[in-house]
């Protein structure tokens, strides 16, 4: 079994995956700014540890508490992470900034911390969450997909550095998925866009219904990715994925701005 941290386990796919992961057998060390949300988690044996991802005190403090007790981790899945909507034009770039702070700066430390140990022991794993919108788009997620297309090329770069010393790293492509991700997006996207030039649009996408999977069907990715003695680089889980990356990569970008815009008519 495994030693196993999860960040951003206060709730949906990382709230999920570690559920998973303690059915296993491996213990997992979960970690979110909200350390009373994973109360339920801390009942089936994870090990909780408050950290806010762009602080880096609390990176330094989860690193060294885990590598204390072990010596080096055995899995990292880097869960966490949150979108901003809004138009570019009306978005304040410090709210920009923000966002990649957590979803790729934030992420890139920690995983700095803790290689070492693990190219020094010649074996590991580290998992982190993208999403289709790495590979895609939407109207006013500039800032969104800029952070998650930079989290697949860092993790491509990273694969390649690593693999000499038995470190395997991994990309996991969610799609639509039920978790507070639609919730924490609507409300500030449109107090930015919903009265301006771009307001229509803005709330036409707060106003769209897309059937959603479920966080255990990420869950179930990230499993298999933790389990593989060979794992693949990606893998896609969850709804529209694989329909949405197939059309943007077979069929062109116009064929794919004309799709995605026409669902916000």
């Known amino acids: 079994m495994s030693i196993i941290l999860v960040t951003g386990a206060s709730s949906g796919?990382?709230?999920?995956?570690?559920?998973?992961?303690?059915?296993?057998?491996?213990?997992?060390?979960?970690?979110?700014?909200?350390?009373?949300?994973?109360?339920?988690?801390?009942?089936?044996?994870?090990?909780?540890?408050?950290?806010?991802?762009?602080?880096?005190?609390?990176?330094?403090?989860?690193?060294?508490?885990?590598?204390?007790?072990?010596?080096?981790?055995?899995?990292?899945?880097?869960?966490?992470?949150?979108?901003?909507?809004?138009?570019?034009?009306?978005?304040?770039l410090d709210d920009a900034r923000a966002q990649f702070e957590?979803?790729?700066?934030?992420?890139?430390?920690?995983?700095?911390?803790?290689?070492?140990?693990?190219?020094?022991?010649?074996?590991?794993?580290?998992?982190?969450?993208?999403?289709?919108?790495?590979?895609?788009?939407?109207p006013l997620g500039a800032w969104y997909h800029a952070t998650k297309h930079a989290v697949e090329g860092w993790s491509d770069a990273l694969r390649i550095e690593l693999e000499p010393f038995g470190i395997d790293v991994v990309v996991i492509e969610p799609g639509i998925i039920a978790t507070e991700f639609g919730d924490v997006m609507?409300?500030?996207?449109?107090?930015?866009?919903?009265?301006?030039?771009?307001?229509?649009?803005?709330?036409?996408?707060?106003?769209s219904k897309a059937p959603m999977s479920q966080p255990s069907v990420v869950a179930e990715a990230i499993s298999r990715a933790v389990q593989a003695r060979r794992p693949k680089t990606r893998y896609v889980a969850g709804n529209l994925a694989r329909p949405l990356m197939f059309v943007r990569k077979y069929f062109g970008d116009r064929v794919y701005d004309r799709l995605i815009m026409s669902q916000f008519r």
């Open 13 to 92: 796919i990382g709230n999920a995956t570690a559920r998973s992961l303690l059915q296993q057998g491996h213990t997992v060390y979960v970690a979110a700014r909200r350390v009373e949300a994973m109360q339920d988690l801390e009942a089936q044996g994870a090990i909780p540890l408050r950290m806010d991802i762009t602080q880096e005190t609390d990176v330094a403090a989860v690193v060294e508490r885990i590598q204390k007790k072990h010596g080096a981790l055995d899995v990292l899945v880097n869960n966490a992470g949150y979108a901003i909507y809004g138009s570019v034009e009306e978005t304040a």
């Open 102 to 138: 957590v979803n790729l700066f934030g992420l890139a430390r920690l995983t700095q911390l803790l290689i070492p140990a693990m190219r020094e022991r010649g074996r590991g794993t580290i998992v982190n969450v993208s999403s289709m919108g790495g590979k895609i788009y939407t």
């Open 186 to 207: 609507t409300r500030p996207m449109l107090d930015r866009s919903g009265g301006g030039p771009y307001g229509k649009l803005a709330h036409a996408i707060a106003g």
